[in-house]
């Protein structure tokens, strides 16, 4: 990580700069949130597994908003917000933390 210097000499680490991210999830039954691309109601269905992507969106660095959408839509929106990070199957994920490391280590295979 890159660091500054303080007036006392002593390095100090630079402050990340927070971007959007995408992370794909189970719909959960009560969700009451609509598509940010087609505008239709992410849906509970008891007897389908559907799936659908969250986006934390930052703006200049600073959080701004939640967008929530179907697993499809968000493909077929070309991945407005990045690659979806993580595990595609909640029941194997890990820690937040290592999911981070995990996509990091992805993208410098890239």
């Not at 990340?16 to 269905?45: H, L, M, N, Y």
């Not at 991945?79 to 981070?100: C, F, K, M, T, Y």
Request: hydrophobic share 35%; with cysteine.
């Amino acid at each position: 990580m890159a660091t500054t210097k303080r007036a006392s000499g002593t390095p100090t680490p630079k402050t990340p700069k927070w971007t959007s991210r995408a992370v794909i999830r189970d719909v959960e039954a009560g969700s009451t949130v609509d598509c940010a691309s087609c505008g239709e109601r992410v849906k509970f269905q008891a007897k389908m597994r559907n799936r659908q992507v969250i986006c934390n969106v930052y703006v200049n660095g600073h959080w701004d908003r939640v967008e929530h959408f179907h697993a499809d839509c968000y493909a077929a929106a070309g991945n407005p917000h990045g690659e979806i990070v993580g595990p595609l199957d909640q029941r194997r994920s890990p820690s937040p933390a290592a999911a981070l490391r995990q996509a990091q280590q992805h993208a410098q295979a890239s």
